[in-house]
């Protein structure tokens, strides 16, 4: 894909930018890093940088790709050189209309239930499960971003789902919260 | 093959691209002969579904503001050859440090007792010029600390200048970059908040870590709330609600704190609008009635901001107020044209959209100028501004095109009150030279009453009349009809000037009136000697004394209504000042599709029927209305200035049926608004009782966050995420075995027992692999279906990002507010215009955005200040609230600023009413 004009860019800015910034935030652990990393992909998508560095295919799923491939990149340098940072929880993004306390607490029991879960996994695991279930990408595609094999992105997909459900099994019986939000 | 294979749960997945097909088969088999395996794929699923709902629903920042602006930026220059290193940087250490200090002086609150347990320390700084955008450093300079290291805040001093746009930092002290510690934030601060704030140079001493818990308000302010919250220093946390308590108490603030490390930096960038309504942090009042204290956006010029003060134990909170985001979700009202008397300021939040008709009539200002020549304050009444504005004509460009008027506006410093910003709305009627002016077929309507008997009344209108006699062209057909005690015709249609002449010279006055009769014989005439194609117009020239006859005041505006609509034209001319009907005379020339003037002087005779002849017979656009949409990113409030008996319902302006008014060619309209600029001080706002029933209006119930164990092939799920919206997917298998997702985010989902489709509400959002479509206003509503299709209902675009081999196609319609593009989120205001042709049924649009570039009173334009001044007289005739500054003496310097070449002495002449008025208001 070349240089994408502003309207092309609006497009995928408009697509993109929260599917990204949650991302970059989940390897940064905050907010104005991932911010600061996904302003540097799209200024490098602006500037044709998918051009040089693509090795070919392009359509738009393709570049949903190279991305998150950036994104992921250039979040990984920046906790590097920031690898003693302690990632906080930010919720600048949460709406303010929260129903009364109780309500609110309640909710945030049963949403957090799973994020807890989660946090069982290991990072790679983690990782995979956001791309594939929070960005919809493919096997193929999380191959890609992340620089393992589509062997690989199975192997831990399966192995964190498997775990994730023995979790909620064992959860479930004490948790009544859980069982009432889904399916 | 078993059921614990990768490959198997790939194909549960959807993923089959990478299966062999005998992969497949034997999968496929197993899942078919194995009801273990078919649970356990059936687990997976579900797993998978919740998975995508619940993250879906973890907090997705876009970037921000001017991160957007820079990226489109990025597109138009060229790339460079060396790789990219730095990206434009508005807010940086300073930045921060000084932006934590304005936002704590926007408040004016400190908060303290808060803990810090190692010293941090930065080295002083010393403020001084540059705005806050325009900080630039770099970042990479300014963290690179070594974390453990104890950083310490030695003293910043800033004096800051009048609120936090205007922060001034002097980025030339800075020391030796491994010294200082990036923290700080900066808030969003919030449009309600501002206002003219001066602090004294304020001291940060040393600190220490914040720890935990409770925070106590310095003085006696209710409320405070931010939605970050700075710190500095090393890896502590603070989270989960801490608690305000203030003097006046019962303030919670719910939500994360969030720290910086110290070898970190952290930018809560200002992102007005939007953002800043979806603030983290959740105010709570306890003592009911949740109000927006004035303290809190009016903090007193010499507030100290005691930041940081004694170590170990100290800290300071700064932030600022989010207004109670929940009064905005609720959506505007329409309360817009309740105004009796002046107009006063209205929330943009609550009325967005200003409405009006064109007015070209100039009678008040005559009236007035009657008035102050005999010695005479005039009374309010007499006074509408939009008439003294429209006297005068600006010098708007000519249309270009086929469009029969131009529209320019223009934006600066409001002279009366410099923090607010005058708005100029200019409209300019297409002209029409002389010798094209199509054939004119008038009727002179003269009332001869009595009252008529004096000398500023009979002996100034046959004057007039005169004049436009001389005035006519050898096409152009007159007849002259006089009422009094009985109603005649004097002249029949005739184009022969001297016969109009000489009985207009023959009219004498006597007896009284009946208006009624008078213009209905008037109106029979006019159709009888009717020209197609030309102006067919009658002149009523009357002191408006009705007083004799059943004058049915709606019969006869009725009967007039309807001739205009048949395409005979009203204008009014208004004389004497004894008995002037003038309210009366107003509604018949709007009724009349015609203009009202006040001829008190030969001057005024030959302005309306010499110098704007054209205007006067040759109407060019009829129904002309306009309609401003204001940014509630970029204005608070507005007042539009005048117009107070022209003000439309928001509906009115689509609405053809609605009559309003004329422009002739020539015409100029101008109209004013006051804005009171996003963020800065509001002025007194009128509001209206809570609603009693609002909670009862019926709403879509939403579906219970549970839905069936087992809802066969397609199901859509409904859940309930952790932002309080619902998640609704689908994961809808494909013919081929792949597997389509869709996700969609609303406030509310129903779900349609028959159909199983899912119904959504509350600005839904729905994502289809890579497709989305986005509801653009609150009413919109989609459907997803068990069939995966989506159907959209209401105002909402789409986005469509074709995954097709051969190159990326995108798609864009309309916008959602996150979407807008930066130019369209910069505009202040949009006015739309809607207008007919003189003989038309159907309106036609017109839209014009406003961007405000920030122009000073300096800059503004002549005409811009002689309005301004125009305006200002109105003001102080009115005894008007919301005169500000504005005295006779700043009016007439406007006046003179703006006085321009003045050809016809209208302005010069102005001077000299403003000075008249002094001399009677002393």
Redesign the interface.
């Known amino acids: 894909m070349p240089a994408p004009d502003s309207l092309e860019l609006t497009a995928l800015l408009d697509r993109f930018e929260r599917p990204l910034v949650r991302y970059a935030q989940s390897i940064t652990g905050d907010l104005e890093s991932a911010r600061d990393v996904v302003q540097e992909t799209f200024i490098k998508l602006a500037r044709g940088g998918m051009n040089s560095s693509s090795e070919g295919g392009d359509n738009a799923r393709h570049t949903e790709a190279w991305l998150f491939t950036v994104t992921r990149n250039r979040a990984l340098d920046h906790q590097r050189k920031f690898s003693r940072i302690i990632p906080m929880p930010i919720t600048e993004d949460r709406p303010c209309v929260a129903p009364g306390p109780a309500a609110a607490l309640e909710q945030q029991e049963s949403a957090s239930a799973l994020f807890r879960l989660l946090d069982a996994l290991s990072p790679n695991q983690r990782e995979v499960i956001r791309l594939k279930f929070q960005n919809d990408l493919s096997y193929r595609e999380i191959a890609e971003v992340t620089s393992l094999s589509v062997t690989n992105v199975g192997f831990l997909l399966h192995t964190g789902l498997k775990k994730l459900r023995q979790l909620l099994r064992e959860q479930t019986s004490e948790d009544f919260n859980l069982s009432r939000s889904v399916l | 093959m078993n059921a ?7 194909h549960v ?1 959807g ?1 089959i ?2 299966l062999t097909p005998a992969e497949r088969a034997e999968i496929e088999a197993l899942l078919a002969s194995d009801s273990a395996a078919a649970a356990e794929a059936a ?2 699923r ?19 503001e001017h ?2 602006a ?3 930026e ?3 220059t ?3 050859a060396s790789k ?1 290193v730095q ?1 434009p940087r508005r807010a940086t250490l300073l930045a921060m440090l000084a932006a934590c200090a304005v936002v704590g002086i926007s408040v004016g609150l400190v908060y303290q007792s808060l803990q810090m347990p190692a010293p941090v320390s930065i080295p002083p700084v010393a403020a001084a010029s540059g705005s806050l955008e325009n900080l630039h450093a770099d970042i990479a300079r300014l ?1 690179v600390a070594e ?1 453990p290291a104890p950083v310490q805040l030695l003293g910043v001093s800033a004096p800051l200048a009048p609120a936090h746009s205007d922060l001034r930092v002097d980025m030339g002290t800075l020391p030796p970059a491994p010294d200082i510690m990036n923290t700080g934030a900066m808030m969003p601060p919030s449009p309600h908040v501002g206002g003219s704030v001066v602090t004294n140079p304020n001291t940060f001493t040393g600190t220490t870590v914040l720890s935990t818990g409770m925070i106590s308000v310095n003085g006696g302010v209710t409320t405070f709330s931010s ?2 919250i700075t710190t500095f220093n090393s ?1 502590v ?1 603070l ?1 989960q609600a801490p608690t305000v308590s203030g003097t006046n108490g019962g303030v919670t603030v ?3 704190l ?4 110290a ?6 960038e200002n992102q007005a609008g939007i953002e800043s ?6 105010l ?1 009042d306890r003592g009911g009635s949740h109000q927006l204290p004035s303290a809190v956006t009016k903090a007193s010029p010499n507030q100290q901001i005691a930041a940081f003060t004694s170590p170990p134990t100290g800290g300071a909170y700064a932030g600022s107020y ?1 207004d ?3 009064d905005y ?1 609720q959506g505007f009202n329409t309360n817009a044209f309740d105004a009796v008397a002046e107009n006063g300021f209205l929330a943009v939040r609550d009325n967005p959209l200003s409405t009006f008709s064109a007015d070209v009539d100039t009678a008040s200002y005559a009236i007035v100028r009657r008035m102050l020549s005999s010695n005479e304050l005039p009374p309010q009444g007499a006074v509408r501004t939009e008439e003294l504005l429209n006297y005068f004509t600006y010098d708007y460009p000519q249309p270009k095109g086929d469009a029969p008027f131009s529209a320019t506006m223009e934006v600066a410093t409001c002279p009366w009150e410099p923090e607010h910003r005058l708005v100029r709305v200019g409209l300019k009627g297409r002209e029409v030279p002389r010798d094209q002016r199509p054939p004119s077929n008038l009727v002179f309507l003269i009332d001869v009453s009595g009252s008529m008997n004096m000398p500023n009344k009979l002996p100034l209108l046959q004057q007039a009349f005169r004049l436009l006699i001389e005035q006519l062209g050898p096409k152009d057909r007159v007849a002259i009809v006089t009422y009094a005690g009985s109603t005649g015709i004097v002249l029949e249609p005739t184009q022969d000037k001297e016969a109009m002449q000489a009985a207009v010279d023959r009219l004498r006055a006597g007896g009284s009136t009946n208006g009624a009769s008078g213009v209905q014989l008037a109106y029979q005439v006019a159709e009888r000697s009717f020209i197609r194609g030309g102006t067919n117009r009658v002149i009523l020239a009357t002191d408006g004394d009705w007083n004799v006859g059943v004058t049915n005041q709606s019969d006869l505006l009725g009967m007039i209504a309807q001739k205009a609509k048949g395409g005979v034209f009203l204008t009014v001319l208004g004389f004497g000042m004894d008995n002037l009907k003038d309210s009366m005379l107003v509604k018949l020339a709007d009724r009349g599709n015609g203009h009202y003037a006040y001829i008190d002087t030969p001057m005024e005779a030959k302005k309306v029927f010499v110098d704007q002849l054209s205007g006067t017979l040759v109407t060019i656009a009829k129904d002309v209305k306009l309609q401003v949409e204001f940014n509630p990113a970029r204005v608070g409030a507005y007042r539009l200035i005048g117009y107070e008996k022209r003000l439309l319902a928001k509906e009115d302006f689509n609405n053809d049926k609605k009559d309003a008014g004329e422009i002739g060619a020539g015409h100029t309209v101008t109209a004013l608004y006051e804005v009171v600029p996003a963020g800065k001080e509001t002025p007194p706002i009128a509001t209206v009782d809570k609603l009693k029933y609002a909670a009862l209006a019926p709403q879509p119930n939403p579906e219970p ?3 069936a ?1 087992n809802g066969g092939p397609n199901q859509i ?1 409904i ?7 619902v998640a609704v997917t689908q994961d809808k298998t494909e013919a081929d075995g792949s597997i389509t ?1 869709t ?1 969609a985010r609303s406030d509310r989902a129903q779900r349609v027992a028959e159909t199983g489709d899912v119904l959504l509400y509350g600005m839904p959002d729905v ?1 289809q ?2 497709n ?1 479509c986005v509801a653009t206003t609150p009413q919109t509503w989609m459907k997803l279906a068990r069939s995966g299709k989506v159907e959209a209902h209401g105002p909402h675009r789409t ?1 469509v ?12 319609t309309s916008s ?1 507010p ?2 807008l ?1 930066a130019s369209v989120r910069n505009e202040m205001l949009t006015l739309k215009l809607r207008y007919k042709a003189p003989d038309g049924d159907k309106s036609t649009l017109l839209e014009y955005p406003l961007v405000d570039p920030g122009t000073s009173w300096e800059e503004s334009s002549r005409d811009f200040r002689f309005a301004a001044a125009v305006a200002g007289y109105g003001m102080l005739l009115q005894d008007s609230s919301h005169r500000g500054q504005a005295t006779w003496e700043s009016v007439a310097a406007w006046a003179h600023e703006g006085l321009g070449e003045d050809k016809s002495g209208y302005r010069e002449e102005f001077l000299n009413l403003v000075k008249r008025a002094k001399e009677l208001t002393r």
């Open positions: 614990d294979d990768p490959k198997f749960t790939a997945l993923e691209e990478d687990e997976t579900a797993l998978a579904a919740r998975l995508r709902a619940e993250l879906s629903g973890e907090a997705a920042a876009p970037l921000a991160q957007r820079a990226v489109l990025a597109a138009k060229p790339a460079p990219i990206f963290t974390p939605s970050t890896n946390s989270t719910l939500g994360t969030a720290t910086a490390d070898s970190h930096y952290r930018r809560w309504e979806t603030a983290a942090v959740q709570q989010s109670t985001p929940r979700l966050a549970r839905s164990e799920n859940v309930t995420t952790s932002d309080g919206r997702h996700l994502t692999g890579l989305r986005l990002i074709d995954g097709a081999p051969g190159g990326s196609k995108l798609a864009q959602d996150m979407g593009p």
